[in-house]
């Protein structure tokens, strides 16, 4: 009899096979019967699929493992490893992030299911620069909530989402989590923040993106996002900051100003379009504060 599947652990990744293998190694000291693992491989060149399937196999590990064809990003790559999960709830553990609480798992399940939120950060902390990777956190009724998370880790509740894709796939990566905060505040949902369950970060160097290209990306992800989520009335405010950030990060006379342009609009789609009402976006300035909206 195969067992209910109550947590999917969904895990992407790229040319990283020691780092994930770290990874799954710190999932199954905290293994239980409910969970399965879901893996997207980015078209990894270096004999990850082998390595990480023969360590799952050896260890009886119930898992779904999809190498593509072509480096999907971390949006895309994302949307298909959720659409293959069949836990009740989607973990969503980054392959260079490691487990790190005891019995992280059924923690994580009891504390979801004793609540209705759709979505819940955990404690990161990324020991090489001893700084806690955290989004904006607030207290309502007593309960600890994020407005966003961070992607490293994090927990979606499977029925709220399933039916769409998490992301607009040509995101690729960089500020995509708002996207689905978004939608969260925008049907006046909550997502919770479990500072007791505790996830290591040790960022690799493999296919990593740094410096202006990583900052290019971030800034015009979170103007399409925005642009994407925000009521019509808060458009002309989104294009003034997207100028001044750009103008802060010295890029307006640089090749990084026609690169954010043209990322603007090549990742930017009419079909992702989903505004929150002007009622929902009050109720989140007024949680929040404007300096966190944006």
């Given at each position: 009899m195969i067992n209910r599947i109550k947590i999917s652990i969904m895990i992407i990744t790229y040319n990283r096979k020691e780092e994930l293998l770290r990874a799954l190694n710190s999932c199954l000291k905290n293994w239980k019967?409910?969970?399965?693992?879901?893996?997207?491989?980015?078209?990894?060149?270096?004999?990850?699929?082998?390595?990480v399937e023969d360590y799952l196999k050896k260890?009886?590990?119930?898992?779904?493992y999809f190498y593509s064809?072509?480096?999907l990003g971390i949006s895309a790559g994302r949307n298909?490893?959720?659409?293959l999960c069949e836990g009740e709830y989607v973990f969503c553990l980054d392959d260079d992030a490691v487990i790190v609480t005891n019995n992280f798992f059924e923690k994580l399940y009891e504390k979801m299911s004793l609540t209705d939120a759709v979505a819940a950060?955990?404690?990161i902390y990324e020991p090489a620069t001893d700084r806690q990777l955290k989004g904006y956190t607030y207290e309502i009724n007593?309960?600890?909530?994020?407005?966003?998370?961070?992607?490293?880790?994090h927990v979606l509740k499977s029925n709220f989402?399933?039916?769409s894709k998490l992301y607009p796939d040509s995101l690729i990566f960089g500020s995509e989590e708002y996207y689905?905060?978004?939608?969260?505040?925008?049907?006046?949902?909550?997502?919770?923040?479990?500072?007791?369950?505790?996830?290591?970060?040790?960022p690799s160097q493999v296919a990593r993106v740094h410096g202006d290209d990583r900052i290019a990306s971030i800034i015009a992800n979170n103007y399409i996002v925005r642009k994407m989520c925000y009521p019509v009335v808060a458009l002309p405010i989104l294009y003034i900051l997207l100028r001044m950030r750009i103008l802060k990060h010295g890029f307006y006379r640089n090749k990084y100003n026609k690169l954010i342009k043209e990322m603007i609009k090549n990742r930017y789609s009419k079909e992702f379009v989903n505004r929150m009402s002007l009622g929902a976006f009050t109720e989140m300035i007024r949680n929040v504060g404007v300096s966190q909206v944006f």
């Open positions: 019967e409910y969970l399965e693992v879901v893996i997207v491989d980015n078209n990894s060149s270096d004999n990850t699929q082998i390595a260890n009886k590990v119930r898992y779904k064809n072509k480096n298909k490893a959720f659409e950060s955990v404690q007593g309960e600890l909530r994020a407005l966003s998370y961070i992607g490293a880790a989402f399933k039916g689905v905060a978004y939608k969260i505040q925008k049907d006046r949902k909550k997502m919770l923040y479990f500072e007791d369950l505790l996830v290591h970060h040790m």
